[in-house]
């Protein structure tokens, strides 16, 4: 029985290791983290990618000198060598990443930007159909601004603002919120509708449309990759 960690209150050895980790509940993270190294097992890096990778881990986790880097690495349990095994892990994820889905990061794009498109609007909520009624008149008029009626009648968290919502991805907004403001424009004002068991008068203020910058880009990638594992995890079975 091989003694893995040693404690003032007990030992635990390798066997007990397996069992310890599904009672914290932390053995799904385990199974996913082998079917990461599955997946990277055939990523190959040269030593000039590795040595880069090993200076951005020490930069990330503000390690300057050899001291810094032992007492870094005593504090996780773990050597000087593993950190460049863990590096290098990171490195291979990422090179998978690209690898994998780069060539298709255009076209996954497409197919989220409906969900990544941002927008910004002012709304009230309210119980009363008739009330939502005139208060939506009385905006289309111009007889009150959008923010005092807000403040006056609207009955949600957002009224001391006003009614408005900063700017946020529709794909974050719930689905009836988001179906609603996909195709609408900047300044538009919705007559009442019933939304999640309140009547709410919508304004869009800016629609922000998604671009695929390099922040963006490295996101999809990201979202691909862990969708590969969670894909591969549904695929696995706990073992007793």
């Known amino acids: 029985m091989t003694l893995a960690i040693q404690s003032k209150a007990e030992t635990i050895t390798t066997w007990d290791i397996i069992p310890r980790l599904a009672r914290y509940q932390m053995l799904p993270q385990l199974i996913k983290e082998s079917i990461i190294d599955e997946a990277i097992e055939s990523i190959e890096c040269t030593p000039e990618e590795i040595t880069k990778a090993c200076q951005i881990f020490e930069q ?13 690495a005593s504090s996780h349990g773990i050597t000087q060598a593993d950190i460049k095994e863990i590096a290098t892990r990171k490195l291979k994820i990422e090179k ?37 009624q005139e208060i939506f008149f009385r905006i289309q008029n111009q007889e009150q601004s959008f923010a005092e009626l807000a403040k006056q009648y609207s009955e949600s968290a957002e009224a001391h603002l006003g009614g408005m919502v900063a700017p946020i991805e529709l794909g974050m907004l719930s689905p009836a919120i988001a179906k609603l403001l996909q195709n609408c424009q900047p300044g538009e004002l919705l007559h009442p509708i019933p939304i999640n068991g309140a009547i709410a008068i919508i304004q869009i203020n800016t629609v922000i449309p998604a671009t695929l910058d390099p922040l963006t880009r490295q996101r999809l990638l990201n979202e691909q990759f862990s969708n590969m594992v969670a894909k591969a995890n549904q695929r696995k079975r706990y073992c007793d």
């Not at 990330?60 to 870094?72: D, E």
Request: charged share 30%; proline share 0%.
């Open 60 to 72: 990330q986790n503000r390690i300057q000198t050899a001291s810094q880097r032992q007492a870094w």
């Open 96 to 132: 998978l990443k690209i690898e994998r889905w780069e060539n298709a990061v255009e076209c996954y794009f497409l197919k989220r930007k409906a969900q990544l498109d941002k927008v910004s609007f002012s709304i009230i909520r309210l119980a009363d159909q008739d009330l939502a």
